[in-house]
T-cell receptor, first 113, second 114 residues
Framework: DAGITQSPRYKITETGRQVTLMCHQT?????MFWYRQDLGHGLRLIYYSAAADITDKGEVPDGYVVSRSKTENFPLTLESATRSQTSVYFC????????????FGPGTRLTVL | AQSVSQHNHHVILSEAASLELGCNYSYGGTVNLFWYVQYPGQHLQLLLKYFSGDPLVKGIKGFEAEFIKSKFSFNLRKPSVQWSDTAEYFCAVNPNNAGNMLTFGGGTRLMVKP
């Protein structure tokens, strides 16, 4: 089924563990984005990518790592999870120039104990 | 710091009531403006957007928004809400000199009572 998918949908982990959240899109959109959603803060951009092998920091990149070896995948890694990274994470994609409509995935709810 | 403000965090309305959700931003230059909606259990989807032209923009499901440049505002309106409009609404701004970054407001949770 075409669209943008995220996995896992729910994840519980412990402080200090490495966690990778997956994002896959079937539209061949050039741009992909990672946001976190926290109560009262709306969505805040963590990282984005304009194309394969091109990534850039957003508003809140600390503690996160991204890669984009293929156009359709944009994994987000928490190298050493902290409780402050408990959040809902959304992946999105869009056509160039990247400022047009963004299409969002269903989200991953991450809890760090 | 530049930001996007949504003044109403929670709104409760009865069906058929009129809706207006406020959105103000602090960017001084040209901007692209969006309203996204997140229905319970679903992902965010675009309601409407403004890039240029007529400042009154019509979106899906009877929603509209008006861009008032002098007030740095992009308020969302609907003349008569339905129970199915219960959702969280997010205003988002892309300053034209900010590359590809969208800045979102904190969101407004709307509950429509049947």
């Amino acid at each position: 089924d075409a669209g943008i998918t995220q996995s896992p949908r729910y994840k519980i982990t412990e402080t200090g563990r490495q966690v990778t959240l997956m994002c896959h899109q079937t539209w061949s959109h050039s741009y992909m984005f990672w946001y976190r959603q926290d109560l009262g803060h709306g969505l805040r951009l963590i990282y984005y990518s304009a194309a394969a092998d091109i990534t850039d920091k957003g508003e809140v990149p600390d503690g996160y790592v991204v890669s984009r070896s293929k156009t359709e995948n944009f994994p987000l890694t928490l190298e050493s999870a902290t409780r402050s990274q408990t959040s809902v994470y959304f992946c999105a994609s869009s056509e160039p120039p990247g400022t047009d409509t963004q299409y969002f995935g269903p989200g991953t709810r991450l809890t760090v104990l | 710091a530049q930001s996007v403000s949504q003044h109403n965090h929670h709104v409760i309305l009865s069906e058929a009531a009129s809706l207006e959700l406020g959105c103000n931003y602090s960017y001084g230059g040209t901007v692209n403006l969006f309203w996204y909606v997140q229905y319970p259990g679903q992902h965010l989807q675009l309601l409407l957007k403004y890039f240029s032209g007529d400042p009154l923009v019509k979106g899906i499901k009877g929603f509209e928004a008006e861009f008032i440049k002098s007030k740095f505002s992009f308020n969302l309106r609907k003349p008569s809400v339905q129970w199915s409009d219960t959702a969280e609404y997010f205003c988002a701004v892309n300053p034209n000199n900010a590359g590809n970054m969208l800045t979102f407001g904190g969101g407004t949770r709307l509950m429509v009572k049947p």
